[in-house]
């Protein structure tokens, strides 16, 4: 089981930049493919980004490419989005998650067993 904790949201105009961590606890880190999801008022829980165990891979949604940027660094136990170029439809709860060891990268949050209990990103226009 991995703890995971986000830091970093908050208020930023449109056009701004943030930068999203997600320090982690356990042993299992290093083998586990992280991912960031996003939930708005009304919406359902959606995909953003997720990295491989190794960081070599890395998935991310449509409405995200080339602004968002996951990363990770196994030796602080961290995640990492950076987010660029926000939009006030980025705006929403972020999470971090952490998939069973040994697994690949998922689009599905089903596929996620441990989750962070998010940080709140709001873009203003």
């Known amino acids: 089981q991995v703890q995971l904790v986000e830091a970093g949201g908050g208020l930023v105009q449109a056009g701004g930049s943030l930068r999203l961590s997600c320090a982690a606890s356990?042993?299992?880190?290093?083998?586990?493919?992280l991912g960031w999801f996003r939930q708005a008022p009304g919406n359902e829980r959606e995909f953003v980004a997720a990295?491989?165990?190794?960081?070599?891979?890395?998935l991310y949604a449509d409405s995200v490419k080339g602004r968002f940027t996951i990363s990770r660094d196994n030796a602080k136990n961290t995640v990492y989005l950076q987010m660029n170029s926000l939009r006030p439809e980025d705006t929403a709860v972020y999470f971090c998650?952490?998939?069973?060891?040994?697994?690949?990268?998922?689009?599905?949050?089903?596929?996620?067993?441990?989750w962070g209990q998010g940080t709140q990103v709001t873009v203003s226009s």
């Open positions: 998650a952490a998939r069973p060891p040994r697994l690949r990268g998922s689009l599905r949050a089903d596929d996620y067993a441990d």
């Open positions: 990295i491989s165990w190794g960081g070599g891979t890395t």
């Open positions: 356990g042993r299992t880190f290093s083998s586990c493919a």
